[in-house]
């Protein structure tokens, strides 16, 4: 089988459970660095798929992930989504909509962090792509701030 079969093939089984996980943020949004609810499911997931670190508060609300390959030191990939959700009152008419009155997550983020955890998922489960080093998954509060752009990048000493 193809390595692009194989990829195919595990992202298709991870579609409901990364369904569920973005619903779930999406019915739960938090306002820039007060995410801690999704700070928490992130660092869960992260944890239970055994990787080599898991961070929390990292600019606040934000998570850093850490899974190295068969050989450290050498190149890492890294992949980031934005967490927070705008003051905006959510009017959809999905069982899934927002519980928080004027919170919502209109711009995708809970989509980018379900995808982000999905190929974390994808990676440590079939190790993709770990020959020459790791894949730093992080998650940040809220774009455009200085404690936000600190985590854009895994800290120093996370290889």
Do not use: W
């Amino acid at each position: 089988m193809s390595t692009d079969t194989n990829i195919s093939r595990m992202a298709r089984q991870l579609q409901k459970t990364l369904i569920t996980i973005r619903r779930d943020i999406h019915q739960h949004p938090e306002l820039g660095f007060k995410e801690h609810r999704t700070q928490k499911t992130i660092t869960r997931i992260l944890t239970s798929l055994g990787l080599d670190r898991v961070r929390e508060r990292m600019g606040r609300t934000g998570v850093v992930g850490i899974l190295h390959g068969g050989q450290r030191g050498g190149s890492v990939v890294a992949l980031r989504a934005d967490m927070d959700a705008l003051p905006i009152t959510e009017v959809t008419p999905v069982p899934y909509r927002s519980i928080h009155p004027g919170v919502m997550h209109a711009c995708g983020h809970d989509g980018h962090v379900a995808a982000c955890l999905g190929a974390a998922m994808m990676a440590q489960s079939a190790l993709l792509f770990l020959e020459q080093g790791g894949i730093p998954q992080t998650s940040k509060p809220r774009k455009g701030t200085r404690a936000a752009c600190r985590v854009s990048s895994p800290p120093s000493g996370y290889r």
